[in-house]
């Protein structure tokens, strides 16, 4: 096995003082001779060329952020079955077993979802 030595890593070391180095150089430049003309009309907030209306905390329904948040759980759930596919043959049955536990997890937590109503859209 190969020991690394600190001097393996200078090219690396190099490559982000230099992405910072420009990332700041840009925005220092950019912030120095761009035009400051500032008015009531262009500092006002807008939403797509749309002026803004009412009180931007109007409450929203949980169920909004809810499906979301589900969503994102049961979309992660391909993040984990892409490489285990990839990778079936090699992983055999032991992986097989592990992909049937993860799945009868995730469906379980599908399941508690349905039974609790989460999906349900009618009013309350």
């Known amino acids: 096995m190969k ?6 890593f200078l ?8 992405a910072i ?3 700041v150089t840009t ?3 950019t912030h120095a001779i761009g035009p400051k003309r500032n008015s009531e009309l262009k500092d006002a907030p807008f939403e797509c060329g749309i002026d803004s209306e009412g009180d931007a905390r109007a409450p ?3 169920k909004y952020f809810l499906t979301a948040i589900l969503f994102v759980l049961f979309d992660v759930e391909v993040i984990f079955m892409y490489p285990w596919a990839v990778n079936f043959k ?3 049955w032991f992986g097989f077993s592990e992909m049937v536990v993860f799945l009868t997890l ?9 039974r ?5 859209w009618e009013r309350d």
């Open 3 to 8: 020991e690394y030595l600190p001097s393996d």
């Open 11 to 18: 090219p690396i070391l190099v490559l982000l003082v230099a």
């Open 21 to 23: 180095g420009f990332i």
């Open 27 to 29: 925005m220092i430049v």
């Open 60 to 62: 929203i329904s949980i």
């Open 90 to 92: 090699k992983l055999g």
């Open 106 to 114: 995730l469906m379980a937590g599908f399941y508690y979802v349905i």
């Open 116 to 120: 609790k109503g989460v999906l349900n």
